[in-house]
């Protein structure tokens, strides 16, 4: 038998497009999460890393962490992108680590129907896996720098929390769970 096509799977999933921000610090476990979500839900997927300016890359990668004026091209280029892909009409799903309050409003703005889905890992589960990673620009050393950047969403906010220190998969099932849940 094929592979199921992204309309089958949306059609036997029964969900409405929904426009997700996969948001948290540096190895929280957006990437896993969020190309697991487009894959299984046949919804659109951009990897907010890839949208970072080069200069942007060259300093993280020689551990010097991002300034507010920093990120303010990468977050218009994230912004962007989501309402390309509200204006589609199609499911969408975006790394980005969203780590200000702030930064999640230059995201939304407009009147985008973005949600946020904040992975929380600990800081010690985050210091481990980032020691254990290659083959990334992003250094274990900056991980300080980014929990004490990080404003953790607030409940006025639209997220949607979930444990980065279950298995990606059980992750994956609860959140889905929870669109079908919520419709
Ligand atoms: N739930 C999980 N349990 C254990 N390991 C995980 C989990 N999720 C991701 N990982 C692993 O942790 C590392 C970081 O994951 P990932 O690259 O998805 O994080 P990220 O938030 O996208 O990181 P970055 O922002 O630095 O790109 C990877 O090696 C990944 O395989
Ligand atoms: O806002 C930031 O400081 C950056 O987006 C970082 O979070 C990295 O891009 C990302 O986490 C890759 O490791």
Known sequence: MG???????????????????????????????ATGLATRLGWHFQEGDALHPPANVE??????PLTDADRAPWLALC?????????AGHGAVLTCSALKRAYREQLRA??????????DT????????????????????LLPSQLA???????????????????????????IRHFQTEG
């Open 59 to 64: 300093k993280m990668s020689t551990g010097r």
């Open 110 to 119: 407009n009147g985008l129907p973005i949600e946020f889905v904040h992975i």
């Open 3 to 33: 592979a199921m096509t992204a309309s089958a799977a949306r059609v036997k999933m029964g969900l409405e497009p929904r426009f997700l921000v996969v948001m948290g610090v540096s190895g929280t476990g957006k990437t896993t999460i």
């Open 149 to 175: 950047t990080l404003e953790v969403p607030g409940d006025d906010e639209p997220v949607i929390r979930v444990s980065g220190e279950k298995h990606p998969d059980v992750v994956l099932e609860d959140l």
């Open 122 to 141: 600990s800081a010690t589960e985050l210091a481990a896996r980032l020691e254990r990673r290659e083959g990334h620009f992003m250094p274990a050393s």
């Open 79 to 87: 912004h962007d992108w989501l309402r390309a892909q509200v204006e």
